[in-house]
């Protein structure tokens, strides 16, 4: 069964970090380009980055009001996403989800608030 | 960015009766590989969501066969054949045509009558 379980969101202060994780499994992680989408609380879907897999070159992307300050990374003998957000500010606040796409985590929650 | 235009943005239908929603996207969603990338989602209250359909009309896995899709160039529909009370939720389109960045869809609420 694919499973992606994303962790390490919670509360954190305007100008701080966080790093969030995606726990893979079920699928050849190292053969799928992944992604960060997020949700603000009671609005749409916003892209925020795409890594590709390593033998398409493993670069990433990122949408622009992210550009800069998140970093997408990816380990694959750990069949895990990463994804690096600095200089937090309230509009990050959402639910971030890690996906393949054709499949999505469950979401974790970043609250930015001081 | 390519601009997604859903319609309506709230669609009640009476359980068993047919459901559309249109998503009309800013540029061709025609990729250079002859592809045109729109893919649509569910997102059920509470949980994460879920692609349906990838490609305009290729169904997902597991995905019932009340759910379709179809358009090209810029127009896209998601039509349900009769609705269920499992299809309550919000519905995206997407498209993966240009990047950066992917853009979605407004979204559809659709609600039983």
């Known amino acids: 069964e694919v499973q992606l379980v994303e962790s390490g969101g919670g509360l954190e202060k305007p100008g701080g970090s966080l790093r969030l994780s995606c726990a893979a499994s079920g699928f050849s992680f190292s053969n799928e380009w992944m992604s960060w989408v997020r949700q603000a609380p009671g609005r749409g879907l916003e892209w925020v980055g795409r890594?590709?897999?390593?033998?398409?070159?493993?670069?990433?992307e990122y949408a622009a009001p992210v550009k800069g300050r998140f970093t997408i990374s990816r380990d694959d003998s750990k069949n895990t996403l990463y994804l690096q957000m600095n200089s937090l500010k309230t509009d990050d606040t959402a639910v971030y989800y890690c996906?393949?796409?054709?499949?999505w985590g469950q979401g974790t929650l970043v609250t930015v608030s001081s | 960015d390519v601009v997604m235009t859903q319609s309506p943005l709230s669609l009640p239908v009476t359980l068993g009766q047919p459901a559309s929603i249109s998503c009309r996207s800013s540029?061709?969603?025609?990729?250079?590989?002859?592809?045109?990338?729109l893919s649509w989602f569910q997102q059920r209250p509470g949980q994460s969501p879920r692609r349906l359909i990838y490609?305009?009309?290729n169904r997902d896995s597991g995905v019932p066969d009340r759910f379709s899709g179809s358009g090209s160039g810029t127009d896209f529909t998601l039509k349900i054949s009769r609705v269920e009370a499992e299809d309550v939720g919000v519905y995206y389109c997407m498209q993966g045509a240009h990047w950066p960045p992917y853009t979605f869809g407004q979204g559809t609420k659709l609600e039983i009558k």
């Open positions: 490609r305009v009309s």
């Open positions: 996906t393949t796409v054709a499949r």
């Open positions: 540029q061709s969603l025609v990729y250079s590989d002859g592809n045109t990338y």
């Open positions: 890594i590709k897999r390593k033998t398409d070159g493993g670069t990433t």
